[in-house]
């Protein structure tokens, strides 16, 4: 179960992205036809991911439960249109992998718009959410899971 909960900042721009009021106009989900899930509270799938989202009440999430397989990538992408000139930028952001099970999880990643993986972790990282701070050489990015 990977969760990402409240993009931060964005350096480039005075912006902070939250997913309170659904996906923000400038973000994109499902290009791989996996896309990430809004959600409020715990999570659907017992011993997976927090019992909230971190600094609000939404959060966006994957399902890695049947009828999910090992290599589905599921996208979520911000096209960096509040960045002038498709500058470079810093993005922060919340995240939490965990399953009481410890497997499941996949990996989190965070591509440029270019799609060069500039982050990543996988494995169990507890139940607690994690920030993550990120230079990228382009305004644009996307988070697969």
Known sequence: MLLLS???SISC???AFGFEAGLPSSWTTGATNYPWTPHSGSTTSTGTGPSSAHGG???MYTEADPPRVEGDVFDLSYDGSDCAGGQA???SFWYSIYSYYGWGM????????DGVERWSLSGNQGTAWHEAMVDLPTAGFTFEG
């Open 106 to 113: 996949g990996r989190l990643r965070l591509k440029d718009a």
């Open 57 to 59: 009440s939404w959060y």
């Open 89 to 91: 930028a810093t993005v």
């Open 13 to 15: 721009s005075s912006h």
């Open 6 to 8: 409240n993009v931060a």
